[in-house]
């Protein structure tokens, strides 16, 4: 089962290392990774996707408690949620296409932010599957580059991950 | 505030930690570290001959005092070198403080000359590292290391040194910081009052309750509360590899040690438990065997500082998360009250019927503990009589260290440790080479007790360099070397899985002759080959006249002998070899 573990980590050098080489040593999956620091400059938020039954997930969250630079583990699954990835995707435009793309990119509520004669950068957001629904629509012959930033997440209500 | 250098200031800070010994080997990133050591008294510096035996020394000090362990070696080959020793105390959780020199920051990262990624290499088998970025940080640093080192669940911390940060050219105020708090990290200091009462009701309603027990008893020093628990509900005890002598192997509760060469009883009484008392153990891979099969009717305890060993391999009916210590004196205390109000809650019957099965699969199949009349029938030494003369000449009062292999298995097995920290050895890792340099270790700790360490010709040659250390620092150890002449345990899973094919486990008359090996360093060398004489001889190794030499007594063993009870694998506790011949 696909999970969200997001991850309050010391602003430190290595800190990152650490974790990231937790999960190759361990074996354990990394779907997507990001990281960067919060509002408090000591700290870096990291959020990942892992696949794993309910006792990998369990192990995964004790190991990475066990870290020392690790202030708060949390599984964002565990309940209600709001999960966010940002795509950027330079799409082949010529001709009929481009009106195609643009209408795509509506419908998705995603906005080109560059273009040229033959090319236009869409910029979208959303839960991972809706952009993966995205590449479906414009198809792959029209994809030229895709970045994604990998998912990030908040419980929903007054909940919070703090020190 | 006086002003120090960060060479200065680093080992100011290990004697305010009350340092005893640095085991190390300088090198060009360390010179001012070891120029500082040179300036001062407290510390004192014992140059080995290998970084990896400076890593198992200051491990076994560990061991046995309960005191991190501190080794410093250089960068590079140095720091690489050191990796075995780190993994070996991660594996079986022991404090340590390993000092690597670095090579200066602005040279980092640029492939200079003994230039490792010492924080990288090592990163997956310490508890936690540092790089220290000034001489500002060096005290804290120092400080926050020995702290994560020794508290929770222990284990190896690495601090690396730019050799820049220890310029003696550069002074900087020095305070050793008097505590450190770190916000992330908060190690459980006592168990749940509440999960300790599911615990004691669990204990008082089960029938064939038994208590298996680990390292975590003697790194925690609980061997008290555990004794008197076991007394307390007249229960079975076994120990693990790890936790042998947290309670006395001569008492009458005792099983033996468990798992893939544990006693027929300890084993057997595991797998038909219906309740077990796991405290300080991890329930690894040479324990439950296939763990699917594991004691099918018993429900778990588990009691661990480290929450991410419980439910781990086996899942735990009632979690305990805290040091074993705090929660076996609250559990105690918590039955007594129980008891208090209804002694009746002890279910003597089914005690005594437990009992009674239990003493059916000892009269079965036990340890023999006087095998010496297998000797005589064929006039060789068997391996497991050299560990019973062992015992009978140390009057079971030894620090017993050992290397890997068989002669690991029949140390376990036949010396009865009856004291915790008593016997010392590399059970997570398996390292070959550990023996040697971790007696030399007990021995500088405790310079008046009597050390040994049980080894093989293969294990010994690892690290077989430190008898020019014992020369150097007077370290009377006695080497006992089960030399069999091929690499016993590899010997016996070729037998009983390769159809006897042994590959690369013979040295084909290679070996040296090790009496006068040991001569040549100065030691004592002896050898012995005659059953009859192996009592007399091992009275000698021991002897007041040899109290102060280091004695290499090789001994020439049965090279067909293999090591049982083995388990049967892919199978539970209870499928076992028994012989050559006999399934359980």
Excluded at chain 2, 380 to 406: C, E, F, H, N, W
């Amino acid at each position: 089962m696909r999970r969200i573990i997001s991850v309050l980590l010391e602003n430190e050098a290595g800190a990152l290392s650490r974790v990231v080489g937790l999960f190759a040593q361990r074996n354990y999956n990394i779907e997507s990774l990001t990281v960067a620091p919060t509002e408090d400059a000591t700290l870096s938020r990291l959020t990942l996707t892992t696949l794993g039954d309910d006792k990998k997930i369990e192990q995964i969250t004790k190991q990475l408690n066990k870290l020392i630079e690790v202030v708060k583990v949390v599984d964002l699954t565990e309940g209600e949620h709001v999960e966010r990835e940002l795509m950027l995707v330079k799409l082949r435009a010529v001709g009929a296409q481009r009106a195609e793309i643009k209408r795509t990119a509506d419908i998705f509520r995603g906005q080109i932010v560059d273009a040229t004669e033959s090319a236009y950068t869409v910029q979208l957001v959303g839960v991972s599957s809706k952009l993966d629904a995205f590449l479906r629509a414009v198809g792959e012959l029209s994809i030229l580059e895709v970045v994604r930033s990998g998912v990030s997440g908040l419980a929903r209500g007054e909940k919070v991950v703090s020190v | 505030m006086e002003l120090l250098s960060g060479g200065e200031a680093l080992i100011r800070a290990l004697q305010d930690e009350g340092v005893e010994y640095i085991f190390g080997y300088p090198g060009g990133a360390a010179l001012h570290i070891y120029d500082a050591i040179f300036q001062q008294q407290a510390v004192e510096h014992v140059l080995v001959r290998h970084e990896q035996a400076a890593t198992h020394m200051a491990d076994a000090y560990a061991r046995v005092t309960g005191k991190p362990g501190v080794a410093l070696v250089t960068s590079g080959p140095g720091a690489t070198n050191a990796v075995t020793g780190l993994a070996t105390a991660f594996m079986d959780s022991i404090p340590m403080v390993v000092i690597s020199g670095q090579v200066q920051s602005d040279l980092i990262g640029t492939d200079s000359f003994q230039e490792t990624d010492m924080v990288g290499i090592s990163r997956p088998v310490v508890k936690h590292s540092f790089m220290v970025k000034s001489a500002e940080e060096m005290a804290e640093v120092v400080k926050k290391a020995f702290y994560i080192a020794s508290s929770g669940r222990p284990g190896p911390v690495v601090i690396d040194v730019p050799k820049d940060t220890t310029d003696p050219g550069y002074r900087v105020p020095y305070a050793y910081p008097e505590s450190v708090s770190l916000r992330s990290y908060n190690p459980a200091t006592r168990g749940h009052p509440r999960q300790i009462r599911k615990a004691v009701d669990l204990l008082l309603a089960a029938k064939r309750p038994i208590i298996y027990s680990g390292g975590g008893v003697i790194q925690g020093n609980a061997s008290e509360p555990l004794i008197a628990l076991a007394k307390r509900l007249h229960l079975p005890v076994t120990n693990t590899l790890m936790g042998l002598g947290a309670y006395p192997s001569t008492d009458p509760q005792f099983l033996g040690m468990l798992g893939m060469h544990g006693s027929y009883p300890a084993n057997m009484a595991m797998h038909h438990s219906d309740l077990i008392l796991a405290v300080g153990a991890r329930f690894d891979d040479r324990v439950t065997n296939d763990p699917s099969k594991f004691c099918p009717d018993a429900k778990v305890i588990h009691i661990d500082v480290d929450p991410a060993s419980i439910s781990k391999i086996i899942p735990a009916e009632v979690p305990i998360v805290g040091p074993a210590l705090p929660v076996l004196t609250e559990l105690l205390a918590t039955l007594e009250d129980r008891l208090k109000e209804a002694p009746e809650l002890v279910d003597e019957a089914a005690r005594s019927a437990w009992w009674s099965q239990i003493e059916g699969w000892r009269s079965h199949h036990d340890f023999d503990h006087d095998q010496r009349h297998r000797n005589e029938a064929e006039a060789i030494i068997k391996p497991q009589t050299v560990v019973q003369a062992l015992y009978r000449a140390t009057g079971g009062d030894a620090y017993i260290t050992s290397d890997v292999g068989q002669h690991q298995m029949f140390a376990a097995q036949y010396y009865r440790f009856d004291a915790p920290r008593r016997w010392v050895n590399s059970g997570g890792l398996g390292t070959m080479g550990y023996g040697l340099p971790a007696a030399m270790g007990v021995k500088l700790a405790f310079p008046d007790a009597v050390v040994a360490c049980v080894t093989g010709e293969g294990s010994i040659q690892m690290n077989i360099q430190e008898l020019s250390t014992c020369r150097q620092y007077g370290l009377p150890v006695k080497i006992i070397n089960l030399n069999n002449q091929a690499l016993g345990m590899v010997r016996q899973w070729q037998d009983m899985q390769y159809a006897g094919r042994h590959s690369g486990s013979v040295y084909q008359d290679s070996l040296p002759d090790f009496v006068a090996l040991a001569e040549s360093y100065g030691h004592v060398g002896m050898r012995v080959t005659d059953p009859a004489k192996l009592d007399e001889t091992m009275a000698e190794v021991f002897s007041p006249a040899l109290k102060d030499r280091l004695v290499f007594l090789d001994v020439a063993v049965d090279q067909n002998e293999h090591v049982y009870p083995m388990w049967v694998r892919g199978g539970s506790l209870r499928d076992m070899m028994l012989s050559k011949t006999e399934r359980s």
